[in-house]
């Protein structure tokens, strides 16, 4: 009943939301961040809730969008971040990020779409992806242990 229940939801979501076209607009990122540019959106269907996805201006970022939509489970690690292992490496461009912000969807080792849903410094490096709008209340939506998303065009 639960895999029934995401599929429709998913399904749903695909149907009202597969109608929205791309935008060009910047946002300034503080501190070390690099400048990212919003070519495009997508959506982040995680259970009911839908959010908007802000894509970053990197190559992986626009081969990820290429491979939409994306409906895979992803694994809970260190109690801030969702991962799932792509099966083909993306073009990566790390950068020492530093910090970590509620939202962020980076890239790690060119293989691992990682969502995060707490803010903490690291001394990781990643490829930023994109960033979920409005994601105050992402770690709510996202819950405990895994859990299966949707990134969608």
């Known amino acids: 009943m639960s895999r029934l229940f995401f599929f429709c939801c998913a399904l749903i979501a695909l149907l009202m939301l597969g109608c929205g076209g791309p935008g060009v607009a910047a946002t300034a990122l503080s501190g070390t961040e690099a ?18 996805l802000k894509w970053a201006d ?13 409906v895979k489970t992803f694994t809970e690690l260190h109690g ?31 293989q691992y779409v990682v969502v995060f849903y707490q803010d ?3 001394t990781y490096r990643y490829t930023r992806l994109g960033h979920v709008e409005a994601a105050n209340d992402l770690d709510a939506a996202l819950g405990a242990g895994d859990v299966f998303l949707t990134l969608q065009p």
């Open 80 to 110: 801030n971040e969702k991962y799932y292992k792509l099966p083909q490496h993306l073009t990566a461009a790390d950068e020492d990020v530093r910090e970590i912000h509620k939202g962020d969807v980076m890239l790690f080792d060119g």
């Open 58 to 70: 990197t190559e992986a970022a626009a081969e990820l969008r290429q491979q939409l939509p994306l």
């Open 35 to 52: 400048e990212m540019h919003e070519t495009g959106t997508a959506s982040l269907l995680a259970g009911s809730k839908v959010y908007a």
């Open 120 to 122: 903490f410094q690291t």
